[in-house]
């Protein structure tokens, strides 16, 4: 799956807010997003004095934002979209939570790694279990009960305890529970939308898509 490797701080201008790509040095450094309040590129500055957007350019802009925030390309975020919409409930809820209960999203949550592209890094260099086996695949869902841990040899890895360390490190969320010492979490409930801290508007993700 192509996966964008460029400039983190680009997407963030093009949604116009931080998207807190780089994790810690979003806190710490200064955004490019403060200096250039615009899109990236030659025409940046004249699309930022537009003053009224389509709805479909607002729709298309919130699946945007949400996709570049949990590091989705367009194909995995669709298909994951269908899946939300095949089960009971609200679709976009479902959807939310469904990126929430990913594998990479978790380790982040929990604060093992300063971002979701650190998260992904550890699971893919099989640095994580899931229930005592090591799973490498960042989007595999935890259900409520799985235990993540790290495994053994990598618990002293200095990504990991400077993440967990770090002043800047997001509150663990009430439905997860984490052993810091021995690098051990579980998933204690399924999350709830009002559970999940993510400024978004799924609803508009849910239109654009039904079009």
């Known amino acids: 799956m192509a996966r964008y490797n460029g400039p983190v701080c680009k997407l963030c201008r093009r949604e116009g ?18 200096r250039r309040a615009y899109p990236p590129g030659q025409h940046g500055p004249a ?15 919130e699946k945007q934002k949400v996709k ?15 899946r ?13 939570i469904s990126l929430e209960s990913r594998l990479d999203n978790i380790v982040f949550r929990m604060g093992l790694a300063p971002s979701r592209a650190a998260a992904r890094q550890l699971i893919r260099h099989r640095h994580v279990e899931v229930n005592g086996r090591i799973v490498d695949v ?11 841990a790290v495994k053994a040899k990598s618990r002293k890895l200095g990504r990991i305890e400077e993440s ?5 490190r997001p509150e663990l969320l009430e439905w997860l529970a984490l052993d810091q010492k021995n690098r051990v979490g579980r998933m204690v409930r399924k999350p709830t939308r009002q559970d999940i801290p993510l400024a978004a508007q799924e609803q508009l993700i849910v239109e654009l898509y039904s079009k």
Do not use: W
């Open 138 to 148: 960042p989007s595999y869902q935890v259900v409520v009960g799985d235990e993540m």
């Open 17 to 34: 807010q931080k998207l807190f790509l780089k994790g810690t040095k979003c806190y710490t450094e200064k955004c490019p997003i403060e």
């Open 84 to 96: 939300a919409a095949e089960r009971t409930g609200v679709t976009g809820e479902n959807l939310i």
């Open 68 to 82: 570049r925030i949990y590091g989705l390309g367009e194909k995995q975020f669709r298909n994951l979209f269908e």
């Open 47 to 61: 699309h930022a004095r537009r003053r009224r957007q389509s709805d479909y350019a607002v729709q298309l802009r």
């Open 164 to 168: 967990l360390e770090s002043r800047t």
